[in-house]
């Protein structure tokens, strides 16, 4: 057998050289074959791509931010990666991760079963305030309702069991994301323009902000003062109309993001690495069952998504993976003082995500039906 040297020619080596020649070729190729994979997973960052994202988002009303990471190739990409965005409801996933987390130590069961008592219901999203008191799901069913419907009841439930928001907080900052952070509860987050219209308001039990937000007769019916005087309050002071002036104080948001820290939170439950790889499982089963918000990132995408919404005033959000035919592609994208219909930015956020999945595909891949 013959083999080339880069200095002396051609040499002959023995039968024992050529398996020993075989074998070396074998560990090199095996070598560039992991290396190509660790290159793969890392970062790349592509002008071409953030030249799109940035021209993209300069049609928003309001401000945009996004991250993408395409895991298959390493491009990397981000418009507005480090700004501070309202997360709205896209902070439950940090809630989430840390119940799995707390599960994985066997510090919390998720099979165990809790009893939802009136207290527990919370307005806006969700489905569990429909329901009558009593009703006993296991803690996995409540994880899931805080993530495909972002039940509030559900993510109220799910701080509490977890240890709170200082224990939310206290995951993400030792986890390294320091431009995440959880706020508050829904419950504080409801209350807050009765706080704003006179302090001691902060007295309200959950029961009595729930019933400013429903039109139960159990919970509305013993408070009909109460809510009238709360009303009054808040139309008198102009509260409204102070919330909207306030609502780029980022103290006053569910939750605190950067596009780059949740996009890495992201990708830690794609990659496994977050929690156990059984919990990321689990967590991916629940992004891809997403009730709320298909009109943002799944829109006219004919590629299946896992993903998680967020929307408040001025305010839309979603986060995940995109399962493009090239490989996956995690995406953290933020929205913030928009004007116009909600509807209309859902749609461009859908628009946006289908020309993500173009770039890496091809011209009309990313399309629903083709």
């Not at 609502?247 to 820290?261: K, Q, S």
Request: overall charge positive.
């Amino acid at each position: 057998m013959a083999i080339s040297h880069p200095r002396n020619g051609w040499v002959r080596i023995g039968k024992t050289g050529a398996i020993m020649y075989r074998h070396l070729l074998s560990i090199a190729a095996t070598c560039m074959l992991l290396s190509g994979q660790v290159l793969a997973q890392s970062a790349t960052p592509d002008p071409g791509l953030t030249k799109l994202l940035t021209a993209e988002l300069s049609r928003f009303s309001g401000t945009g931010g996004i991250y993408i990471h395409h895991l298959g190739n390493g491009t990397e990409a981000n418009v507005n990666g480090a700004q501070k965005f309202d997360s709205a409801s896209t902070i439950k996933m940090a809630v989430a991760v840390l119940a799995y987390r707390l599960q994985d130590q066997k510090k919390l069961n998720l099979n165990d079963r809790y009893t939802i008592k009136a207290s527990d219901f919370r307005g806006g999203s969700g489905i569990f305030k429909f329901h009558d008191v009593g009703l006993n799901p296991t803690w996995r069913d409540i994880i899931l309702q805080m993530i495909i419907t972002s039940d509030n009841s559900a993510t109220d439930m799910m701080i509490a069991k977890v240890g709170g928001v200082a224990a939310v907080n206290a995951f993400l900052t030792e986890q390294g994301f320091t431009g995440l952070h959880l706020n508050m509860t829904t419950n504080d987050y409801f209350r807050r323009p009765y706080d704003l219209a006179d302090p001691k308001n902060k007295s309200l039990t959950p029961e009595d902000v729930f019933a400013m937000q429903t039109n139960l007769e159990s919970f509305t019916k013993p408070r009909e003062a109460q809510i009238a005087r709360l009303r009054k309050e808040v139309a008198d002071k102009k509260i409204n109309d102070e919330m909207r002036k306030r609502a780029m104080d980022e103290t006053t948001w569910l939750g605190v993001v950067t596009p780059n820290d949740m996009g890495r939170l992201i990708e830690g439950i794609e990659k496994g690495t977050i929690a156990s790889k059984e919990a990321c499982e689990e967590l991916k089963r629940m992004m891809r069952a997403q009730q709320s918000g298909s009109r943002k990132i799944p829109h006219w995408l004919s590629v299946p998504v896992a993903h998680k919404t967020g929307e408040t005033g001025g305010v839309t959000n979603d986060v995940g993976m995109i399962y493009a035919r090239s490989g996956p592609i995690i995406i953290a994208f933020y929205t913030i003082g928009y004007e116009g219909l909600a509807a209309d930015a859902d749609d461009r956020l859908g628009h946006v995500a289908r020309l993500i999945v173009e770039y890496f595909d091809g011209a009309g891949e990313g399309r629903r039906g083709g």
